[in-house]
């Protein structure tokens, strides 16, 4: 949840860091008698949540309590990035002679916490050579040592005297941080005054003239109480109302709608649609709770939606039954025809029910596709096309980074894949409603289920299986060679500590919802520990035929020679199910998980793959965001392969700085974009698959 300043600043002053007072101002409903409780000049900034606010005139200044309202209302009619300008905050203009930056930031591409002090700040810190910014990682959970407070200090270049009071910012900033789960904390301006101002000691006071804050949306989940902090006006009313029914919605620029399950298969959908010439209206992932309530939000908001022209209803059966999705749309309907027209694809559990479903409501404007060549050719007839999206191929594989060089699994024995038939598995959460779910889909797989942990809850048992108090008491009682996890995201972090420090080999997180500082604070552990976690947010590992830890249907997965690697949990199971179709069975499948901190990687995956005797090929299932396609591809080239490997990566057609779903699916601006990872990949002789489609076909050539 990213925050605009005025709530920043509230943020910050709730954590005692100065800021200069301020009131905030609706720009359609001025006070005639406004009347600051603080005196002239004032500076006047609009609030919105893009940067470059300076230059497209959206801070202005007004010297006078008369000459406000006049720019109040000249900064109404002012549009920034798109958006008009509602929300302005006046404050106290504060003279000062030097801009400084200091900010503490949650870095993917650093896989930590990062402390960053520059003597030069405003838009000057966008100039900033890069020796001139001072870039600290900073280990959790224990915040910024001493020493790095010094050195970012020394950066500033003020005199010692200050050295006290900004120890003392620093501080008040990482107790923000940590307090309030943020993922971004900077001050920009911060501005340093001296002592003589009647109101600092002698070393003076710092002060925040401009603040930017993101929540982590999985902390703020765990604490409800910083809804406070959400300003509903910078959201489009698709996306307040997608974040008020509980699922993931990002407005896009087409005429088709698209609603799916899960957010790989939801941007794999969109490219589709984007590449074929149907441009997709939006993004809208329903999740796994695709029931009649959340269905009926969905198409309510798209049909609303008067650019919507037509509706692709993109849906893989895992867990998840396509018959009762079915049954929920068609509960929906009420037997009347949709609004606007329907194409409805259905795969995976239940697909042939659930198209049975739909093709008996004889309804006309609903249109049943038995596979996405299918839905694509039937929506092509029902709105005009647009030229295709082209998605180019950048030269160059870029450089592989300090934490993939850093990261050198070869020579590991960690590293040998060692699950399969019998492998002894214990189940964290082993008493909750989910957990019993999946424990029982485990057990008619074959997996060995041997214990179960529930804090307070050992002596009970759960379907046959002994539940213990802790896993230190569970494995004196048994050997554990893996531990699936099935505990909300407020506890998850510290029960796959928990599973490392008894020394289980194998940690198969499935929560999704954990904060990133916890993550942060818990992967070097686990690591040390000499654990290999997979996930959070993952659907598990399965050995086709043999064990499956994890939340995965079973039909999709037949016994053969490809590894599967993926980011994503639907596209783990469209890319199985096409290739059992095709003949060709799997070794073993895993998800890395999609949040932006897991623990194996594809590196990690690949040197798994290359060493096991039983895979031949390779696939890769990656997704926008981060550089983990980027740095496979590297490490493979640098290190030579001894087996073929193909990829498909989803979200190709994905808008610059748009979260699609997950934590881990942003593409920013300065990496984790398409053009990298396709470049990197084809680099590496690496072989792409357009589309899910193609998958079959290109492994069977490499077989």
Not at 490 to 507: F, M, Q, S
Request: aromatic share 4%; hydrophobic share 45%; glycine share 14%.
């Amino acid at each position: 949840m990213l925050l605009d300043e005025d709530k920043s600043k509230a943020l910050f002053a709730e954590a005692g860091i100065p800021v200069p007072p301020g009131i905030l101002i609706d720009l359609a409903d001025i006070p005639p008698d406004l009347a600051p409780p603080f005196p002239p000049p004032y500076v006047v900034k609009a609030q919105v949540l893009s940067g470059g606010r300076g230059k497209a005139g959206g801070i202005l200044r007004a010297d006078s309590l008369d000459e406000l309202p006049r720019v109040l209302s000249k900064l109404a009619g002012v549009s920034i990035d798109g958006q008009a300008v509602r929300l302005a905050r006046v404050e106290a203009a504060v003279a000062h002679a030097s801009e400084f930056y200091l900010s503490l930031s949650v870095s993917r591409d650093r896989k930590s916490l990062v402390l960053a002090a520059s003597a030069a700040g405003g838009m000057d810190v966008e100039s900033a050579e890069a020796g001139s910014v001072c870039l600290q990682n900073i280990d959790l959970p224990a915040g910024p040592s001493p020493h790095q407070v010094r050195a970012a200090f020394f950066t500033l270049g003020l005199r010692k005297e200050a050295f006290k009071p900004f120890a003392g910012l620093v501080q008040q900033l990482w107790r923000a941080v940590r307090d309030n789960g943020l993922l971004l904390a900077e001050i920009n301006p911060l501005v340093h005054l001296p002592g003589d101002d009647g109101e600092g000691s002698e070393g003076g006071r710092f002060l925040a003239l401009d603040a930017k804050c993101e929540i982590d949306g999985s902390f703020a989940d765990i604490r409800p109480a910083l809804g406070r902090f959400y300003e509903p006006v910078h959201l489009g009313e698709e996306e307040r109302f997608a974040r008020e029914s509980g699922f993931a919605y990002v407005r896009l620029k087409g005429s088709v709608g698209l609603l799916a399950n899960g957010a790989g298969l939801a941007m794999a959908s969109m490219d589709s649609l984007n590449l074929a010439g149907l441009r997709a209206a939006n993004f809208l992932d329903l999740g796994g709770a695709a029931d009649e309530k959340r269905m009926r939000a969905a198409l309510s908001m798209l049909f609303g939606d008067e650019r919507v022209r037509a509706v692709l209803i993109n849906l893989y059966g895992g867990i998840l039954s396509c018959g009762d999705v079915a049954r929920a749309l068609a509960a929906v309907l009420g037997g009347r025809p949709p609004q606007k027209p329907l194409v409805v694809r259905m795969a995976g559990n239940g697909a042939a029910d659930g198209l049975a479903v739909m093709a008996g409501l004889g309804l006309s404007g609903v249109h049943v596709a038995p596979d996405m060549a299918k839905a694509l050719d039937i929506l092509r007839g029902l709105t005009p096309s647009d030229d295709p999206m082209r998605v180019s191929l950048p030269e160059g594989g870029g450089a592989l980074s300090k934490a993939a060089l850093d990261n050198d699994p070869e020579f590991s024995p960690l590293h040998g894949f060692s699950l399969g038939l019998g492998s002894p598995v214990l189940v964290q959460g082993a008493t909750g409603r989910v957990a019993g779910t999946h424990m029982a889909l485990m057990q008619a797989y074959g997996t060995n289920i041997v214990a179960g942990v529930t804090p307070f809850k050992g002596g009970t048992s759960v379907l046959g299986v002994p539940v213990y108090d802790s896993v230190v008491t569970a494995c004196a009682a048994h050997d554990i060679e893996a531990s699936i996890i099935f505990v909300p995201g407020a506890h998850a972090a510290d029960a796959a500590l928990e599973a490392a420090r008894a020394g289980i080999p194998w940690i198969v997180c499935i929560t999704e919802g954990i904060p990133q500082q916890d993550m942060l604070a818990a992967l070097p552990v686990i690591e040390r520990h000499g654990s290999r976690l997979v996930g959070p947010n993952t659907p598990g590992v399965i050995v086709p035929g043999q064990t499956k830890i994890g939340i995965m249907p079973a039909e999709p997965f037949t016994p053969g020679p490809v590894a599967v690697f993926s980011r994503s949990g639907t596209l783990t199971y469209e890319a199985a199910a096409r290739l059992s179709a095709a003949g060709i069975g799997q070794s073993f499948c895993m998800g890395v998980g999609g949040d932006p901190f897991t623990g194996l990687d594809f590196i990690d995956c690949l040197a798994m793959a290359e060493a096991d005797p039983g895979t031949q090929a390779i696939l890769l299932i990656g997704e926008i965001g981060g550089r983990a396609e980027e740095e496979a591809a590297i490490w493979l080239k640098a290190r030579g392969r001894t087996k073929p490997v193909a990829a498909f990566v989803a979200g190709i057609t994905a808008p610059v700085g748009k979260r699609l779903g997950h934590a881990g699916a942003i593409l920013e601006e300065s990496s984790g974009g398409a053009g990298g990872k396709l470049s990197a990949l084809k680099g590496a002789g690496i072989a792409l698959c357009a589309g899910l489609d193609d998958i079959p076909g290109v492994m069977a050539k490499l077989l």
